[in-house]
């Protein structure tokens, strides 16, 4: 019998990486855009994972390496959305 707190917590730890991912590629993708409208698109959609994350990792248990893990990968997204112009 597995236990469904651990796979609870594996699932959510796998959806804010997934998230963090999504979040990122959005973000390079719209630093790397040469028009406006995609540049404005990828930076809500890489804006938008990020708010998911803000809502979703202080209510997840992340051993220490993960959190270090999520916590650099954050970072990086919100420089990215600092420099496509998000105020955060």
Known sequence: MTDLG???TLAEV?????ELLTGLTFARIARAANYQAKIDRNRMNA???YDVLLRFIPTTRLS????????SKLAELKIYLQ???EDI
């Open 83 to 85: 420099h496509l112009g």
């Open 47 to 49: 804006r938008r994972a």
């Open 6 to 8: 651990f796979d609870t």
């Open 64 to 71: 220490a390496s993960d959190a270090d893990e999520v916590e």
């Open 14 to 18: 796998r959806f804010i990486r997934a």
